[in-house]
Nanobody, 124 residues
Framework: QVQLVESGGGAVQAGGSLRLSCAAS????????MGWFRQAPGKEREFVAS????????YYADSVKGRFTISRDNAKNTVDLQMNSLKPEDTAVYYC?????????????????WGQGAQVTVSA
């Protein structure tokens, strides 16, 4: 069983930056692909980014490519999402997820473990 806890959400103006962090309860998370998803009010949960077990391979949604960077530190059991040039349409609750899936896995139901979510609000 893996427990995930997100931190670092908040409110920022358009063009600003935020960094989200996800801490895992177990060292076995180093054997999992890690992903970030987001869900805006009234919308379905959507894929943002994912990273392989080693951290070498990453995959991004087109909407965040070039602005967001996913990284992980297996020694600390953490995965981060650096978000730059934020836009109002990035406003959502951001979730960390984990499972043994290929890196370009964008379907939420493919991931078994989820955090509780962190609110990110970007004002115009």
């Amino acid at each position: 069983q893996v427990q995930l806890v997100e931190s670092g959400g908040g409110a920022v103006q358009a063009g600003g930056s935020l960094r989200l962090s996800c801490a895992a309860s177990s060292r076995t998370v180093s054997t999992y692909t890690m992903g970030w998803f987001r869900q805006a009010p009234g919308k379905e949960r959507e894929f943002v980014a994912s990273i392989s077990r080693s951290g070498i391979s990453t995959y991004y949604a087109d909407s965040v490519k070039g602005r967001f960077t996913i990284s992980r530190d297996n020694a600390k059991n953490t995965v981060d999402l650096q978000m730059n040039s934020l836009k109002p349409e990035d406003t959502a609750v951001y979730y960390c997820a984990a499972d043994r899936v290929p890196v370009p896995t964008t379907t939420p139901r493919a991931y078994s473990y989820w955090g509780q979510g962190a609110q990110v609000t970007v004002s115009a």
